[in-house]
């Protein structure tokens, strides 16, 4: 009994640590085009949206109820099997951090637990029926849906205003952001904060604790709203350079389009219960924006990068889930302190390795793409 309630505690410490992670790596969802066209400075940017991603928190539980009782047998799963699975999702998480690169943190989340659930408690243990319905086609369709409708707000904007003075349209637009991006942050809230809270109420459950099929009990809900209102906050200022200048030459008129289209599908799916990326919706609609305005730049280079990045996600996750699941499993306690050794040396590496070339709130705007140097300047920046 003593090994199983520190092994949950293990658990909840580590999902509160994907849900900080999640919350630096998603704030260019909501703030990247904010800050790219200059409607909100940077640090009140990240601050307006750790705050509002606190409040989505609270607005619903659909999405945890699907990560708690959905794409796993939750009489199957030990707390040992979601440890693993976290792992695969926080290292996965700061390697795409580290390049620069919006990669989807739900689907490094799912693809942990299912490597690890699959590993721990074989096929039966994953309903990959409401896999391919609730992550795989929605992460197909909601892009594609966030990327027309982004393209046609913006052809819409452009047209409406064609006549109208260049500096009106621009501070029109630059107000209309702040409101759109702050629902973007509200709408990531009830989204993504959700996915922890659901693999905190699994934990519970599979621990005897919580009943089959219960929901997130409300120190679950404020616990992981905290932890990725903090992450958020701290600005994950290496994809917000890639979403905000990487994609497409983001004027006001698109990014308030970009967000528009984005809320709209992000807070449809949490209705609906349906666990997508946020980072691939929010990137859908900056590209349709880009398609959406006559003559602006789409870095497809760029684009293409990020897309491969999606499609090895859930994959490379869900093998550093089942590596661990399999330590984890055959190693007890002794095998849970290795993965987590291991897994903590993996991440002060990729830390420190931002440092050699560090992006922040004061120059996050400089340059299209974020690199790593071979060699660390004589200064160390803080963590981007």
């Known amino acids: 009994m003593d090994h199983i309630t520190f092994l949950v505690a293990v658990v909840i410490v580590t999902a509160l640590a994907f849900d900080f992670t999640n919350g630096f790596h998603d704030t260019a969802n909501a703030m990247a085009t904010s800050i790219a066209t200059g409607a909100l ?86 309903h990959f029926d409401k896999v391919v319905e609730k992550v795989l086609i ?28 260049q500096d009106s349209v621009t501070k029109g637009f630059r107000f209309g952001q702040i409101a759109s991006a702050s629902l973007v942050s509200l709408a990531h809230g009830t989204n993504d904060a959700q996915k922890t809270m659901g693999v905190i109420t699994l934990t519970l459950i599979s621990a005897g604790t919580l009943g089959h099929d219960a929901g997130p009990p409300v120190w679950v809900i404020a616990s992981a709203g905290l932890a990725i209102g903090l992450g958020t906050y701290l600005g994950g200022w290496r994809i917000i350079r890639t979403m905000g200048k ?112 560090p992006v922040r709130a004061d120059n996050v705007n400089d340059a299209h793409e974020v690199t790593v140097r071979a060699a660390a300047p004589t200064t160390v920046g803080t963590v981007a």
């Open 41 to 126: 400075k940077p640090r009140t940017a990240v601050l307006i949206s750790g705050v509002l991603n606190i409040g989505g928190a609270f607005l619903s539980t659909e999405v945890a109820k699907t990560i708690s009782g959905g794409i796993v047998d939750d009489t199957l799963v030990t707390p040992g099997m979601i440890f693993a699975g976290l792992v695969g999702a926080i290292l996965w998480n700061l390697l795409t951090w580290l390049l620069g690169l919006p990669s989807s943190s739900s689907h490094a989340l799912f693809g942990g637990l299912i490597g690890a659930v699959w590993v721990g408690a074989g096929e039966r243990g994953v």
């Open 138 to 165: 929605p992460a197909v369709a909601s892009p594609i849906v966030a990327g027309v409708a982004a393209l046609l707000a913006t052809y819409l904007a452009y047209k409406i205003t064609a006549r109208a003075r």
């Open 246 to 357: 990487g994609l497409t030459d983001i004027q006001s008129p698109q990014g308030f389009a970009a967000e528009a289209a984005a809320t709209t599908v992000i807070l449809t799916s949490a209705h609906l219960g349906l666990a997508l990326s946020t980072t691939q919706v929010c990137s859908g609609g900056i590209l349709g924006t880009g398609l959406g305005r006559r003559l602006a730049e789409v870095r497809w280079g760029t684009a293409g990068r990020m897309v491969i990045a999606w499609l090895v996600t859930l994959p490379a996750a869900a093998l550093v889930g089942g590596v661990s699941a399999s330590v984890v499993k055959h190693g007890g306690t002794f095998g849970t302190v290795v993965i987590a050794l291991c897994a903590a040396a993996v991440a002060a590496f990729i830390v420190l390795a931002s440092r050699r070339n």
